[in-house]
Nanobody, 126 residues
Framework: QVQLVESGGGLVQAGGSLRLSCAAS????????MGWFRQAPGKEREFVAA????????SYANSVKGRFTISRDNAKDTVYLQMNSLKPEDAALYYC???????????????????WGQGTQVTVSS
């Protein structure tokens, strides 16, 4: 079983940037696609971004496309989410997740992901 630990959240002004990190342990991280999701109070968890096992293919929710960038460093067992031009509506608890399909395709459905971190809070002030 893999353990995922997110970090990098915090309070930022609208228009600012944050970089989230997700460190994996306990399993071969580099074989699997990874995703970032978020959940705001009173709302359902939603897809943000995904990256394949190599790091060459990515996908994004329309709401973050052009502002957020997902990347990974398999040597460090870490996936990142660079968030620029943050908006108040980006405020949420951000989770990273691993899809346990070796070499699998990018997916946005929550049910496709098997392992989840505890989340890191992002707050955006207007």
């Amino acid at each position: 079983q893999v353990q995922l630990v997110e970090s990098g959240g915090g309070l930022v002004q609208a228009g600012g940037s944050l970089r989230l990190s997700c460190a994996a342990s306990g399993r071969t991280f580099s074989d699997y696609p990874m995703g970032w999701f978020r959940q705001a109070p009173g709302k359902e968890r939603e897809f943000v971004a995904a990256i394949d096992w190599v790091g060459s293919s990515t996908s994004y929710a329309n709401s973050v496309k052009g502002r957020f960038t997902i990347s990974r460093d398999n040597a460090k067992d870490t996936v990142y989410l660079q968030m620029n031009s943050l908006k108040p509506e980006d405020a949420a608890l951000y989770y990273c997740a691993l899809r346990s399909v070796r070499g699998g395709s990018l997916r946005s459905e929550i049910r496709e992901y098997d392992s989840w971190g505890q989340g890191t809070q992002v707050t955006v002030s207007s």
